[in-house]
């Protein structure tokens, strides 16, 4: 990120009219140490402009030469990402490995994991047609990930998928991942685990009295004494990564967001707590945002507040862009350098998209034959109009189907900018320590 010392000594231009602002133009005014910034939303240039500048701009009494030196320095928008062509590296390849499930959560947006499919589990063909497809195509593979359904019900078809690759692409070994309930995280799936180092994404809600509200067995039951149980065990060899889906609930019982993160944190000896709002593709029971905006935010002041700074990869997100300067046009990749494949080869832009058959791209049996689907990205008119679509990395799926996440996602990435510029201001040792922690996250310990 560059640190360009704003100039007043540009040459004086006479103009008799105001045009506006350029979009881009972020002020922050930091009271306590009488200082401001320009901050450019697009390239993430930081320009230190007189204080008394900066609060004319705020109270919009600036003259047009003021205006015009200002719109000077400010860059047009390029996303680094286009014009699209095919990447060289796939970033992620989920497999629906089975969309068979031992639970049937409430809230579960697969309906209890079936995706409304039949239930069936990939086979042996279809495993290797999907690798030997994703893994000629580019070269380098990632991240491959082992997706549910419960894909621990599943273990000899996750057994073949990475012996299948060791042996056939051994200079492309990806990252592997799995994402479980954990009620069948037992010693033949740990052996599984340890033979391809799989790292473990397991779920669970918080307290029992949450977490079995909602997820719970077949029969009725709750989850938490045997998932609690499975998980604290394999922690205590192994590293695991904990993801909780934080509702209404959450809030009545008073526990914040920043709560649920300590509370599995310090459960599960984990630094990797992903706390995900809850979502429903039932447009009648659409989540209220209202209430978790607010929590967002406090949830991002506890970031900035916190001495034990809980990371998770939206603010890493943001925190990276504001390093980098790079903007994309994509939000998160879906169908470009991310994609899943479901039990019986279809292959979809992302798990979410697979409560429709017009999201399938193609089927790996028949590769030539694909679907030109039209994915939402930031070049649509909505988007065009926001200054901070830099920053924005909402879920593709779901911002179309619920455009109020716009307000959500501006608000919180406002509040960010002016936390980070503050610190820019006020505190230079917190802001770069709060960065190297953004690069190191998601780096991979052992224990």
Request: proline letters at 4%; charged letters at 20%; glycine letters at 4%.
């Amino acid at each position: 990120m560059a640190l360009a010392l704003f100039s007043m000594l540009m040459p004086r231009i006479d103009l008799w009219w105001h045009t506006m602002l350029k979009e881009n133009a972020f002020i922050h005014i930091s009271n306590s140490t009488q200082s401001a910034i320009l901050f450019d939303t697009f390239n993430c240039k930081i320009y230190k402009i007189p204080y008394e500048l900066a609060l004319k701009i705020q109270s919009g009494d600036y003259s047009v030469n003021e205006e015009s030196l200002i719109n000077h320095y400010l860059s047009d928008l390029n996303y680094s990402d286009y014009p699209l062509s095919t990447p060289k590296t796939l970033d992620s390849l989920r497999l629906i490995i089975t969309n068979k499930c031992n639970f049937t959560c409430k809230y579960c947006f697969a309906h209890a994991g079936s995706y409304d499919l039949p239930i069936h589990e990939m086979t042996n063909s279809v495993i290797e047609q999907t690798i030997d497809y994703f893994f000629h195509k580019y070269q380098k593979v990632l991240q491959v990930s082992f997706f549910g359904g419960e894909p621990l019900l599943a273990l000899n078809k996750i057994e073949h998928a990475c012996s299948y690759i060791q042996k056939n692409y051994p200079s492309k070994i990806p990252n592997y991942s799995l994402v479980t309930n954990a009620s069948l995280l037992l010693k033949p799936a740990i052996k599984l685990i340890e033979r391809y180092d799989i790292s473990v994404i397991a779920s669970i809600d918080g307290p029992k009295e949450i977490n079995d509200s909602y997820r719970i067995l077949r029969n009725g039951s709750g989850t938490y004494n045997l998932v609690d149980k499975n998980i604290k065990k394999f922690s205590e060899n192994h590293t695991i990564a904990i993801e909780s889906t934080y509702s209404s609930l959450h809030l009545d019982k008073g526990i914040s967001k920043s709560d649920l993160f300590s509370y599995l944190s310090s459960r599960y000896n984990t630094p990797k707590v992903i706390v995900a709002d809850l979502i429903n593709n039932d447009p009648s029971k659409q989540f209220n945002f209202g209430i978790p905006l607010n929590e967002n935010l406090n949830y991002f002041k506890s970031f900035f507040n916190l001495e034990e700074r809980q990371y998770n990869d939206e603010i890493v997100f943001l925190i990276r862009t504001l390093v980098s300067g790079k903007s994309y046009r994509l939000f998160c990749g879906a169908g470009y350098n991310k994609f899943a494949v479901d039990m019986f080869g279809n292959v979809y832009p992302c798990h979410l998209f697979l409560d429709e058959p017009k999201n399938i791209l193609f089927n790996v049996s028949n590769c030539s034959k694909q679907n030109d689907i039209s994915l939402f990205d930031k070049s649509n008119e909505r988007c065009s109009q926001c200054s901070f679509r830099a920053f924005c990395s909402i879920c593709t799926h779901e911002i179309e189907r619920q455009p109020k996440l716009c307000t959500y996602q501006q608000n919180k990435i406002e509040f960010f900018l002016h936390s980070m510029l503050e610190l820019f201001l006020s505190n230079h040792k917190k802001y770069r320590e709060i960065i190297q922690g953004a690069l190191l996250y998601g780096v991979k310990s052992s224990k």
